[in-house]
């Protein structure tokens, strides 16, 4: 009871100060409150009552009584407790409507931008705010004490909804009438905008107003339309206050706000309660079955409130299990208008934001995110290589495809701006899409009607059982299989004359697809196989001869067939990956002239008389190189732009003539400005790796020089099995300045290499992995970092993973390093014994991984708080904890 009343004081004191969230109702906060004091009293006469048997010398048949009232009075206690603790927390919580309130109050603050995906609960928001500012017996309050005294804060509280199609002149016009002034509707007048303007704000500036703007899509010019721009005020001024808003994060930016806040769907319990409360507790309790089934409609949401809404209000009047289960197998295969009344027009409001895409092309790229499954985390870089492939990024108009990739990101920004893709778990790296966003975009490519299935995903075993299941397809124009755990094709599609996008990657189970499998897609022009085990490429596939995107990467094939060499419209051959691969048949690479990005990347290809023939239009080239010979062919590849490069297992690096060369290599202009991606892998006599300027001479010793190495593109350097190699060094350049956009760097197998010192102030470096280099024995050098005490280190570093480090002691001494840190994997039992965080590291989410052993041996610094979890690793089988620093 002491433990109840402590929180019910809690409570009492913020209804007392009246600082509760929007939204709360006062009445029944009040109604426990006095349940507290009520069950309190009946604790009191309790305690009074056994205390007073005892004094007396009651029987036995008196405490036993008592001791029953203490049980159940204790239930109802723990109860109430559980209640109160519930209501402390939501207090604790501040809402949105919170923050606007507070910032209403804050001097500082004049205008604020609310923005989020459609659907998601603005224009309630606001709505709340306008309540909340409204007359006591005008408005709609939960507190009237409080709406009594916010509406005096304000002379004018305005409304007005913005559309696309706003003018000046209409905002002028609720603007006016909100006043009560006169106003005109003469649109095509600049004057009468003009003297309408200056009435408003000569009428504002000398009063409080707050002006509310529902659905911006576009910058409001406040000074033409007469509303004087709120900013800092000084304490006397009279209030200005906007409150906008938007599904398009760029019109918080041209609205100059001062404070933004972005709606994100309901957590899951919130969600939970607003679709209870759409359906009816009648319609819950019809049927046993129906509660559970509800959840699973409510999971399918995903927390968007639209959706709770407009789907409970749907299903407020279905009474059987059986109409519930029909629903959330439509929710699944994305026919969610037939769940829906005919009057609803759920998608019709989502699909705003797609008709404001800046173009069609970026139109064009939303529509394809939508063939990746469900929930599913997209890499960015396969999403924008998608739509290069279908020709919405011509890489042909760009100096390399690193510039084409800039602007995928920008696409991305821009869809993610509008609140149709959001980030994934790795923020930096995925997206994902609203399972309601992604049924919306199929709806938009099926033009609308359920029936006419354009844009097609399946997933899970059930698919492609028999011929029929491929009927689907015959009208579609994308088809995706991504992840779908499809075994074979049941025999050859039916003929669809339209498909142009077939997306099979991923389906680590097929292992044949039939010689009469391409026979049916006459107008495909993007066909991706990527991760596919086939070993055989029937040569059917020349029956394709619209293919412009043909993706074979880490598929088991041994050799391509001859008539690959039919598909004269391809632009993009990806053979990533390709270890198996014995043989491209001569004649193949170069009949395909429009070919403007080859990938084999860590697949053996050296026919450079072909190479050399294709060079000129090749916007990209990753490629793999294993003797000097084929260095020295490269480096005369005058025109090619090199996208990535592995060099692997070149021998005899010791001849100065060869060192050399490499380095004219690596710092000639076509090799150097746009290298993406570079991995040195088993150059087993490679002892020392030097960066050096000016020099004009090799180095001894196996000393591999680089005269002049600035790579100014490159985001990834991998370097494996340098068995001989002691140390990286850096003479008369700093290495940040050699790598200055590096951000991936992997180091394995390099056995006496002692430390990676160089790296410690490459200003963009996210991703540190350090694996079987068992001399090393930190990553940091003491002297390095006594020079670089004063600067900030590793300033962006967010992962750091190190396995089978047996001799590693120290990652640094420094405590004041990893500004950015989230991760630090640690595996294979390593010496490491202390880790360089304290109390003064910064606050951010930091996770640590290890093995059980491995944390029974460590200490963390002092002055840390840490908590420690115990999980299972998804795919391995051994147990883990992980540390998590807040």
Known sequence: MRQLVAIRNAVNNRVSSQDLPGGTCLEQVRQLLNSVTSIEEEVTRLVEDYEQSGCLGGCSINFWYTGRRAGRMLTRVNALREQMNKLEAFLKRESNLDKILRYLNDDHVGIIGIWGMGGVGKTTLLKGINNDFLPVEGGISNNSVLSGQRSAIFDHVIWATVSKECTVNKLQQIIASSLGMPSSDNEHEEATERVQAAAISNHLKCRNFLLLLDDLWDKVDLEAVGVPIPSRRPTGQNKHKVVFTTRMEQVCHSMKDDRRIKMNC?????????????????????????????????????????????????????????????????????????????????????????????????????????????????????????????????????????????????????????????????????????????????????????????????????????????????????????????????????????????????????????????????????????????????????????????????????????????????????????????????????????????????????????????????????????????????????????????????????????????????????????????????????????????????????????????LPKLESLVLGGLKELKKITWRGLHPWTYFPTLSILRIYRCHKLKNVTWVLKLEYLEELELYDCVEMERLIDDADEADAATDLAFPSLKRIQLRNLPNLTVICRSQSTFPSLELLYVSNRPALRSLPFDSETPKTKLRIEGEPDWWRSWKPGTGIRIQIRIGRYLNKNRNSMYLVRD
């Not at 309601?436 to 709806?443: T, V």
């Not at 066909?527 to 001869?545: G, Q, R, T």
């Open 266 to 710: 309901l957590e899951p319990k919130d969600a939970e309660n607003l679709f209870r409360e759409m359906v009816r507790q009648d319609t819950l309790e019809s049927d046993p079955r129906i509660l559970r089934l509800a959840m699973q409609v409510v999971e399918e949401c995903r927390g968007l409130p639209l959706a709770l809404t407009v789907i409970g209000k749907a299903m407020s009047t279905r009474n059987t299990p059986n109409e519930w289960q029909d629903a959330i197998t439509r929710l699944r295969t994305s026919k969610l208008p037939e769940i829906l009344e005919k009057d609803e027009d759920m998608f019709p409001r989502l699909k705003l934001s797609y008709d404001y895409l800046p173009d069609d092309d970026i139109r064009k790229c939303f529509l394809l995110c939508a063939l990746w499954p469900e929930d599913f985390s997209v890499r960015k870089s396969d999403l924008i290589e998608c739509w290069m492939g279908h020709g919405l990024i011509d890489v042909g108009g760009f100096n390399d495809i690193n510039e084409a990739y800039d602007r995928g990101h920008a696409i991305i920004g821009k869809l993610k701006s509008a609140c149709l893709l959001e980030p994934g778990e790795d923020e930096d790296h995925v997206v994902k899409m609203h399972g309601i966003i992604g049924d919306m975009a199929r709806w938009i490519a099926s033009d609308g009607d359920e029936n006419n299935q354009k844009l097609i995903v399946q997933s899970g075993a059930t698919f492609c059982r028999s011929p029929e299941d491929m009927n689907v397809w015959a009208t579609a124009k994308q088809v995706s299989l991504i992840r779908s755990e499809i075994r074979e094709f049941p025999g050859a599609p039916p003929k669809c004359p339209n498909l142009v996008t077939l997306m099979l990657h991923w389906n680590r189970s097929l292992k044949l697809i039939r010689s009469n499998f391409f026979v049916s897609f006459p107008a495909l022009t993007y066909l991706n196989l990527f991760s596919v085990p086939i070993a055989w490429l029937p040569p059917e596939i020349s029956e394709a001869k619209n293919l412009q995107y043909l993706n074979l990467s880490f598929t088991d094939l041994t050799c391509l067939p001859k008539k690959l060499r039919n598909l004269t419209k391809l632009k993009f051959l990806l053979l990533r990956g390709l270890r198996r691969l014995t043989n491209i048949p001569p004649g193949v690479i170069p009949n395909l002239s429009m070919l403007e990005v080859l990938d084999v990347f860590h697949t053996r290809y050296e026919d450079w008389v072909e190479l050399e023939a294709l060079t000129k239009g090749l916007k990209a080239l990753g490629i793999t190189v294993e003797t000097v010979e084929a260095i020295e062919r490269l480096s005369q590849l005058h025109h090619v732009m090199m996208w990535r490069l592995l060099m692997r297992k070149l021998p005899d690096l010791r001849q100065p003539d060869h060192q050399l060369l490499l380095s004219n290599f690596l710092s000639s202009h076509n090799m150097s400005s746009s290298l993406q991606q570079v991995e040195i892998e088993d150059c087993e006599t490679l002892e020392e790796l030097m960066m050096e300027k000016g020099s004009e001479t090799a180095g001894h010793g196996g000393d591999l020089v680089n005269r002049n190495w600035c």
